[in-house]
Structures are given as structure tokens and as C-alpha cells.
């Protein structure tokens, strides 16, 4: 059965966490490690000059006999809980992939940077174990069930290159409005059914092969209940701008203080981006990697900055 490790920085009570963790143990093997609380924006932070905790939690009230479930709460931020729960909690049996989500807002554009949710997914990727960061656009109503299982399906599509009977009328009814115009969209009517009953370990082949580097996928669904979601397309982080970052406040003591709590705003048209992508009710899908190398630039300074003779 395949074994997957869980976290993500909204915290290990946090709804969106607990509904994919309850989906996928149905099917999986899940281990948990999130942290105690909140951890957003820490980015690829991790501690390296106090003690981590590391306690074990109930379950997610799973039902007896619905799956495999073991969940740790632990006192440090999102790369913590993955660098814990590959070379501690899962040492015996190191996960198949990791997931981190899902959380409650985008993480796109500019975001990818600052997320905590994105730094436990590229933790996965340097364990070179293939990797996905979650997000979900906040609505009022969001159901984090429902997303999780269309999450189940897209990760399912993607590892295996196929679904599963448990897909069956999800998939049926995603694919009644599906976008099969835009460029870059799965094809989900193409995607083969598996009859398996439950996910088995991952076939390593399914990847590309011209991948360079370990999968690393980002994957945002749009602002919209799961019944208007359109597909999946594949795209790369956009751009989108902040609108006062910087508040200016004061204590009642009379002495200011600031606050950066800038109000996001989705502004990419760019066919092909992940906020653009969002913006037509699809799911975007970018994939990552931690080389933070300029490699289109590098030729241009060797050549305005010739080495000596």
C-alpha cells in the first residue's frame, strides 16, 4: 500500500489538513506530522538552535476498520515536521510522497516564496521523495471534504496516470463541464481506470521521463464550490500585487507600530499562469524545484563580464 507523509503550516487542527488526511487513509497508508499551531509565511524556515516536540495525536475521529492513520503534532514549523517524519517517525518505511495542505487561501504567484505550505512540499523534493503543496482559494462555505476528494482524484491522475472505482462519480461529473479548449488542461477523458481497491505503491515510471529533477507540484484550486471546477491545467507562477502591505497603527500607549497585512489581489492575465488559470475555474498545477539559479541569465553576465586572459 502506498505511504504517505502529511503536513502543512495551518496547524495539525486545522479542517483542511484533517479532510485529506481522513480521505486518503481510506486507500493509503497516512502519517501526519503537522505542526502544534499555526505556521504561516515560514517559508522553508527550520529550527536549528532549540528542542522539537514531537506528540502523538488521536486520529481524526477515522472510523475503526476505514483506514490507516497516525497523526503527531510537533512544535516546529512545516520543514521540521517533514525532516521529522522522513528520518524519525517513517525511518523504517520512508513515504512514497509527501503532501502539504490543504490550506486555506492561495499559494500562487510571488506566494510560493513566503509559504510554509510550499516549504514542506520542496522539503519532500530534497528527500528526493515526489511532493505536492495543496492551497484552496477561501470562500465562505468551503467544503475541505469536497476538495479533498477532487484532490484525491488529481493526485491519483497524476502518480498513476489514472483513477480509481472511487473516482468514478466525480469523475463523471467533472467531466459533463470540463475545459477541454485551453491549452495546457489534462485530459481527464483520456486518463485509464484502475481497478484497484486501494493505492498501491507508486509506479516510478508513470513520471516523464525527461523530468530533471524529483516531482514538485503546487497544485491551487479556484475561489468556487467544487461542482463549477472546470479541470486541471498545467501552468507556471504569475504575478499578483499587495495593496497596503504596510499598516500603520498605534498602541494605547501612544506608540506606533506596523503591521504587515497587505490585502491580496489576483492581477495576472497571462494565459499559461497559475492566477490566470484560477481566474477560468481551473485547478492550476505548476511545477517546482529549490535551484533558485538564473540560468537564462547566467550567459548574458559571462559575456558583459568577460573572465581575464
Known amino acids: 500500500m502506498l505511504k504517505l507523509l502529511l503536513t502543512n503550516d495551518d496547524g495539525v487542527w ?21 505542526p502544534e499551531k499555526p505556521n504561516s509565511a515560514r517559508s522553508h ?43 524519525h517517525v517513517c525511518r523504517e518505511h520512508k513515504p512514497d510522497i509527501v503532501i502539504s495542505g490543504i490550506n486555506d487561501g492561495y499559494n500562487v504567484a510571488e506566494d510560493l516564496l513566503y509559504s510554509g505550505t510550499v516549504g514542506g512540499a520542496v522539503e519532500g523534493a530534497i528527500n528526493r521523495i515526489p ?22 482524484m488529481f493526485i491519483s491522475a497524476l502518480v498513476y496516470g489514472s483513477t480509481f472505482s472511487w473516482h468514478q462519480d466525480l469523475r463523471r461529473d467533472l467531466l459533463s463541464r470540463h475545459d477541454a479548449e485551453t491549452e495546457g488542461v489534462l485530459e481527464l477523458s483520456r486518463i485509464e481506470e484502475d481497478s484497484h481497491s486501494t493505492f498501491y ?17 503546487n497544485l491551487n484550486l479556484p475561489k468556487v464550490p467544487v461542482n463549477e471546477i472546470r479541470g486541471m491545467c498545467w501552468a507556471v507562477s504569475g504575478q499578483r500585487d499587495y495593496i497596503d502591505v504596510v499598516q500603520q497603527r498605534e498602541d494605547p500607549f501612544g506608540r506606533q507600530y506596523f503591521w504587515i497585512a497587505g490585502e491580496r489581489v489576483l492581477m495576472e492575465e497571462q494565459p499559461g499562469t497559475d492566477t490566470w488559470a484560477l481566474s477560468r475555474r481551473l ?17 548574458p553576465f559571462r559575456a558583459h563580464y568577460p573572465n581575464r586572459d
Open 201 to 217: 505503491p507508486a509506479p516510478a515510471q508513470w513520471w516523464p521521463d525527461s523530468l530533471a529533477t524529483t516531482p514538485c507540484i
Open 14 to 34: 486545522a479542517p483542511g489538513i484533517i479532510a485529506i488526511a481522513r480521505r486518503l487513509a481510506e486507500h493509503a497508508e497516512v502519517v501526519v506530522v503537522a
Open 45 to 87: 524556515c527550520i529550527t536549528l538552535h532549540k528542542p522539537l516536540r514531537l506528540n502523538r495525536m488521536p486520529p481524526y475521529d477515522l472510523a475503526p476498520g476505514r483506514g490507516s492513520l497516525d497523526v503527531h503534532a510537533c512544535s516546529g514549523t512545516p520543514v521540521d515536521c517533514v525532516v521529522l517524519g522522513v528520518d
Open 283 to 299: 485547478v492550476s498545477a505548476t511545477p517546482m524545484h529549490f535551484d533558485m539559479s538564473s540560468r537564462a541569465d547566467l550567459q
Open 131 to 152: 511532493s505536492f503543496s495543496i492551497s484552496q482559494g477561501s470562500f465562505k462555505g468551503m467544503d475541505f471534504d469536497e476538495s479533498a476528494a477532487l484532490v484525491d
